[in-house]
């Protein structure tokens, strides 16, 4: 069965240093979306991304973030200085659709560790 | 947020059905009610989803009130592995025209061997 690979699975960082995660789509999905779990809380909606553009943001998703699909197969997202509160799992998801009955297809995540 | 409500936690037995419910009182005719799981040290993973009419899969079935205001997950035979937290999530372009996945807290289902 198809599946979205992420990675790394696990990064440790110090705080102020860049971080690129990056999500390996299914082959026929063209929108793209990022998550995050802080330990214990609720998935948190980042980002979406579909025609190399941005659809949409939540507040989470400030300066500090950015994302791209460089070659057109990794979906990669950047903190460009992190900071300790952004430790957390790090979710990518991809769809062939982005109507209201499309599947969203999550990989395992990327367990960012800021120090 | 997401506008559903939804017991913190639930147990069930192995191989005994489970009915894990959902309220969602303020939904529009255009929601379409999605439910996901996330088994322990994944990420999300979707079960099922309807608009109006029960649904079945091979995972899941969803059974959805005529009023549309509540609407039930229903495990036919829960295994160990089914041990996770379940989201009811409302998914409609009211979300002005947004087509991300808003998870609230879920249901946190303890199977019992």
């Known amino acids: 069965e198809p599946e979205v690979t992420q990675t790394p699975s696990h990064q440790v960082t110090q705080m102020g240093q860049e971080v690129i995660l990056r999500c390996v789509p299914i082959s026929n999905h063209l929108y793209f979306y990022w998550y995050r779990q802080i330990l214990g809380q609720k998935v948190e909606f980042l980002v979406s991304f579909y025609n190399n553009e941005i659809s949409e943001k939540s507040e989470i998703f400030d300066d500090q973030f950015s994302v791209e699909r460089p070659d057109g197969s990794n979906f990669t997202l950047k903190i460009r200085s992190t900071k300790l509160e952004d430790s957390a799992m790090y979710f990518c998801a991809t769809s062939t659709t982005q109507t209201v009955t499309g599947e969203l297809f999550f990989g395992e995540g990327s367990r960012l560790t800021v120090l | 947020d997401a506008k559903t409500t939804q017991p913190n936690s639930m147990e069930s037995n192995e191989e005994e059905p489970v009915h894990l419910p959902c309220n969602h009182s303020t939904i529009s005719g255009t929601d379409y009610i999605h439910w996901y799981r996330q088994l322990p040290s994944q990420g999300p993973e979707y079960v099922i989803h309807?608009?109006?009419s029960n649904v079945n899969n091979r995972m899941a079935s969803l059974a959805i009130a005529e009023d549309r205001k509540s609407s039930t997950l229903i495990l036919h035979r829960a295994t160990l592995r089914d041990a996770a937290v379940y989201y009811c999530i409302l998914r409609g372009t009211t979300q002005g025209g947004s087509e991300k996945l808003v998870f609230g807290k879920g249901t946190k289902l303890t199977v019992n061997p």
């Open positions: 309807g608009l109006t």
